[in-house]
């Protein structure tokens, strides 16, 4: 038999002759001998180096992956009951900013880990992945005028049972059934100077994104003068455009919920415009939602 270093050297890259996925490590343990894929165990390292006591979930926030995570008519065919356990336990073992699974022909992206945890006026203290559409789920305006009158709660896209958004929100309760979770948010629901002035507490499943979690700040939402008024919870980019800024813009224009002036709300422009444009213009839905791990 021959000794170790008698074997051919492998190089960090993935050139001849350098490390495959499918080249096989053999493991050995209390369960026993056993191999593993290089694939898979560089999988396996990630959970281990993204892992470390009480901060586990936040490390994971810090590397994206982008791999498929299974298909299926609901969320709960689509997922395993691994990935669903490890949404609940909050070790979110397998599972990376980027991932997605493709329910009932809709592909949502992992946003975030535990992003809303510990907020709301009542403690949302649930284990959760936060997942955003790769594609607009349908197109509408924000109010039939160019108005901003209310702002997001005050809107058509918000409060119409006939909008985009409401549309978005049925398909998404119907295949995620069970493990879409409500938490409490911040909305605006007042302008004043053409700003948002006030808001209130609302429990929230599916809405649209704000420009800090899209951008990581506030670019084109109007601030009132004098009192600088832009309360919220979503005070933090989503790691997945953190990591990927590629996934802001998928060449399509959608709504974001801020107001930036009287008759315009905030946006993503398809070239990549941070912008705004008149409300009663028909732009996509994509919006963001909590879904937990219950069994």
Do not use: C
């Amino acid at each position: 038999m021959a000794r170790i270093t008698t074997y051919t050297e492998v190089g960090s890259s993935q050139g001849t002759p350098g490390l495959a996925d499918a080249d096989v490590f053999i493991l050995d343990g209390s369960a026993g001998s056993r191999k593993i894929t290089a694939k898979e165990f560089a999988n396996a390292m990630a959970d281990k180096l993204l892992k470390n006591g009480a901060a586990a979930p936040y490390g994971k926030s810090g590397m994206y992956r982008g791999a498929n995570l299974g298909s299926g008519a609901t969320f709960a065919a689509a997922s395993t009951a691994a990935q669903r356990n490890a949404i609940n336990d909050g070790t979110f073992t397998g599972l990376f900013i980027g991932d997605y699974w493709t329910v009932n022909n809709v592909l949502y992206r992992i946003a975030d880990f535990n992003y809303w945890k510990r907020s709301g006026d009542t403690d949302f203290n649930t284990n959760h992945i936060v997942l955003v559409p790769d594609a607009s789920m349908g197109n509408g305006k924000m109010n039939s005028t160019n108005i901003t009158t209310g702002a997001y709660v005050g809107s058509e896209m918000y409060s119409s049972s006939s909008s985009a958004l409401a549309t978005a929100r049925t398909k998404i309760a119907n295949d995620f059934g069970g493990y879409l979770a409500s938490h409490k948010e911040y909305f605006a629901n007042a302008t004043s100077s053409d700003a948002e002035s006030a808001g209130a507490w609302y429990a929230s499943t599916v809405d649209l994104m704000s420009e800090p979690m899209v951008y990581g700040s506030y670019i084109r939402t109007k601030a009132m003068s004098g009192l600088n008024y832009l309360y919220t919870i979503d005070k933090a980019q989503l790691a997945l455009f953190r990591l990927n800024p590629a996934m802001v813009n998928l060449r399509y224009d959608y709504w974001l919920r801020n107001v930036a002036s009287a008759t315009a709300f905030a946006i993503v422009y398809a070239s990549g415009r941070a912008t705004d444009t008149g409300a009663s213009g028909s732009l996509g839905v994509r919006p963001a939602f909590a879904v937990k791990g219950m069994a």
